[in-house]
């Protein structure tokens, strides 16, 4: 690996070890006063309707998700990128190679923001999740395409998976999360098998995004108040993407050297 990636595959290595510090510190929901006003079995129903929300856009959701943005476009820019980085790498391509990932990130925020609080004003908590997971994979996808990857097959599906639920946990889960995806992002740039099975990740995601959107959901299904509830959409898209564009510029960055 030459210099140029050492340096760029160091610096994320420090933003997420910074980011994790961060959100292991983090002070307690503002929704956390109505914890105990949570009915007993709703955390269930969220983790079934994320788990059936995941399934639904993996089978139906794909090809509408694709008409939102340019593949093409995506699949264009990054051949661009890797023909100037061909031979030696800079840091200023290996940064331009980084910034439609960086873009989607910011791009979907808005969405998360206007789905949420607009729900959130009706007092529509669960019935809002596939509406929620179809913003989140976009990001996603579109973030997997600007390094090169695509996100089509069941494998690919797994990796992206972990890495969401693996950005939504704390300590030691979170980090065997984050080894289990750097060993299926290897197994997979090796052409070998994945280590995981679909449903398996397809369940820890959704327990992981249930765990973290429980409260807020269950304030979102209260009518006028349920817009603060809602707009607890847009850290979790942040915090997914953000992890999520850093986890697939390193792979880039491992499979490049």
């Given at each position: 690996?030459?210099r140029?990636?050492?340096?760029?595959?160091a610096?994320?290595?420090?933003q997420?070890a910074r980011t994790a510090a961060?959100?292991?510190?983090?002070k307690?929901?503002?929704f956390?006063s109505v914890?105990?006003?949570?009915?007993?079995?709703?955390?269930?129903k969220l983790e079934?309707?994320?788990?059936n929300?995941?399934?639904l856009?993996?089978?139906k959701?794909?090809g509408l998700?694709d008409?939102?943005y340019?593949?093409?476009k995506l699949?264009?820019?990054?051949?661009e990128?890797?023909?100037s980085?061909?031979g030696?790498?800079t840091g200023?391509?290996?940064r331009?190679?980084?910034?439609r990932?960086?873009?989607?990130v910011?791009?979907?925020?808005?969405?998360a923001l206007?789905e949420?609080?607009v729900?959130g004003?009706?007092g529509?908590g669960?019935p809002?999740?596939?509406?929620?997971?179809?913003?989140?994979l976009r990001?996603?996808?579109?973030?997997?395409?600007s390094?090169?990857f695509a996100?089509k097959?069941?494998?690919?599906r797994?990796?992206?998976?972990l890495l969401?639920?693996?950005?939504?946990s704390?300590?030691?889960e979170r980090?065997?999360l984050?080894a289990?995806?750097?060993d299926?992002?290897?197994?997979?740039?090796?052409?070998?098998a994945c280590?995981a099975?679909?449903d398996?990740?397809i369940?820890?995601?959704?327990a992981?995004?249930?765990?973290?959107?429980?409260?807020?959901?269950?304030?979102q299904?209260?009518?006028v108040?349920g817009?603060?509830?809602g707009?607890q959409n847009v850290?979790?898209?942040r915090r997914?993407t953000a992890?999520?564009a850093?986890?697939?510029?390193?792979?880039?960055?491992?499979?490049?050297?």
């Open positions: 690996m030459d140029a990636r050492r340096k760029r595959l610096r994320l290595q420090k997420e961060k959100y292991e510190k983090a307690p929901s503002v956390a914890q105990d006003k949570i009915p007993d079995g709703l955390r269930d079934l309707a994320f788990r929300g995941f399934r856009v993996f089978e959701g794909g998700i008409k939102t340019d593949a093409d699949r264009q820019e990054y051949e990128n890797e023909r980085l061909s030696r790498a200023r391509g290996l331009r190679l980084g910034a990932s960086r873009a989607a910011r791009g979907g925020t808005g969405i206007a949420g609080a729900l004003v009706l529509v669960l809002d999740i596939p509406l929620f997971l179809a913003g989140l990001g996603l996808y579109r973030i997997a395409q390094f090169g996100c097959s069941e494998s690919e797994c990796y992206l998976l969401i639920a693996a950005s939504l704390k300590g030691e980090a065997r984050a289990l995806a750097e299926t992002a290897r197994a997979l740039d090796r052409g070998e280590p099975a679909l398996e990740c369940d820890t995601a959704a992981r995004l249930a765990d973290e959107m429980l409260t807020a959901k269950f304030v299904g209260l009518p108040v817009i603060a509830g707009l850290p979790v898209y997914v992890y999520a850093r986890a697939y510029e390193k792979r880039r960055l491992l499979r490049g050297a």
